[in-house]
């Protein structure tokens, strides 16, 4: 499965599982960061795989492609992840936007108690003020414990294209319409998908418009060739071929098992 795009809602989401992530590929534009309190983890980050053992960390930038494989720990696993909106951290830490970590995983002996406790006070913070105030501590504990360098690419220029074939997938996009509307070279805009987002244009603007259709399936009755239409496709030959390799079936299965 390839990575899709995820858009959290909150200022600040807290995750706290006591057993081990199995989550699919994907990239937000948000800062991400990752507690290991007991047992282990498996994650991949880039193109880099981990497994995280009890007392590291991860620090994930904005728009980095990750994914959490499930791993089978000795001992009970036990795993905090908190994303955090940029607008909350970008005037504090700019550097969050136009730079990234060498090593986004960061082992226990180079974490302090301090930063641990503040892991700790997140997860028993009774209001916002004080969840937004101990993940600054994190934040500020991380990032000392990281060797951070400059991107090559426009920091902001990722999530800009990202929104906008969100809002414009029902039209006729292409490499060459994104590289007149953000006036880069085509060759640019290929190379933020390949190299920034780990996914080719087409891959990813197919996979929005299939969760498109897979919405319009579940809740009209509509037929497959007027769904393939609004959600953006030339043909239903095309449609049929992009969601299946989004869903694994095809898009009458797929209406098939809803009915079921």
């Known amino acids: 499965m390839y990575a899709y795009y995820e858009n959290p809602m909150k200022h600040i989401f807290i995750s706290h599982r006591k057993e081990t992530y199995d989550f699919s590929s994907h990239f937000h534009g948000n800062l991400e960061v990752v507690f290991c309190f007991n047992g282990a983890q498996n994650i991949k980050i880039g193109e880099n795989s981990f497994t995280m053992e009890t007392g590291d960390a991860a620090i994930i930038f904005p728009n980095i492609v990750h994914e959490y494989v499930r791993h089978t720990p000795e001992k009970p ?108 070279s085509q060759s640019y805009i290929a ?19 299939s969760e498109f259709a897979s919405t319009l399936i579940k809740t009209t009755k509509k037929s497959l060739t007027e769904i393939a239409y609004e959600s953006g496709y030339v043909s239903l030959n095309t449609f049929c071929r992009c969601f299946k390799k989004h869903f694994s079936v095809t898009p009458s299965e797929y209406r098939k098992k809803i009915k079921e």
């Open 77 to 184: 696993t036990e795993i905090l992840a908190i994303i955090i909106d940029n607008k909350l951290i970008s005037e504090a830490m700019p550097d969050i936007l136009s730079k990234h970590p060498t090593n986004p995983l960061i082992r226990s002996n180079l974490i302090s108690e301090e930063t641990v406790r503040a892991f700790k006070n997140v997860l028993e913070s009774k209001n916002d003020i004080s969840l937004i105030g101990w993940t600054y501590v994190v934040l500020s504990g991380l990032l000392n414990a990281v060797t951070l360098v400059p991107l090559n690419n426009d920091p902001e220029l990722a999530p800009k294209i990202i929104s906008y074939i969100d809002n414009h997938f029902k039209e006729n996009l292409n490499i060459n319409h994104l590289a007149a509307v953000f006036g880069y």
């Open 191 to 209: 190379h933020i998908f390949c190299d920034q987002l780990k996914i080719p244009f087409r891959t990813y603007l197919g996979a929005v418009r």
